[in-house]
Nanobody, 121 residues
Framework: VQLQASGGGLVQAGGSLRLSCSASGRIFSIHIIGWFRQAPGKEREFVAATRWSRVSTIFADSVKGRFTISRDSAKNTVYLQMNSLKPEDTAVYYC???????????????WGQGTQVTVSS
């Protein structure tokens, strides 16, 4: 499976962005898609994750109520809708796959290239 994140950009605080994680290849092998982010000088952190085959999601406390995650099976794409963005959301955002619904980074593999999100104050 190849994963590609896209949709990043520059937005003012309070604004919204929708990131896409497009999957190709062995789609049937996908169980979980997760989103992580890494800000400059910081470790990569979990953001959200969803099951591929049914609606079941988890979120980091820092984004609960502001971010949602959804899936379009026809397009083999998972979306991360980010609302009420804050400057501290600035980071490179990555998507990856896992076998279980978890926030633990080491459980994720086949990372896609990231997409930069910059939130100005």
């Amino acid at each position: 499976v190849q994963l590609q994140a896209s949709g990043g950009g520059l937005v003012q605080a309070g604004g919204s962005l929708r990131l896409s994680c497009s999957a190709s290849g062995r789609i049937f092998s996908i169980h979980i898609i997760g989103w992580f982010r890494q800000a400059p000088g910081k470790e990569r952190e979990f953001v959200a994750a969803t099951r591929w085959s049914r609606v079941s999601t988890i979120f980091a406390d820092s984004v609960k109520g502001r971010f949602t995650i959804s899936r379009d099976s026809a397009k083999n794409t998972v979306y991360l809708q980010m609302n009420s963005l804050k400057p501290e959301d600035t980071a490179v955002y990555y998507c990856a796959k896992a076998n279980d619904l978890t926030s633990v980074e080491r459980e994720y593999y086949q990372w896609g290239q990231g997409t930069q999100v910059t939130v100005s104050s």
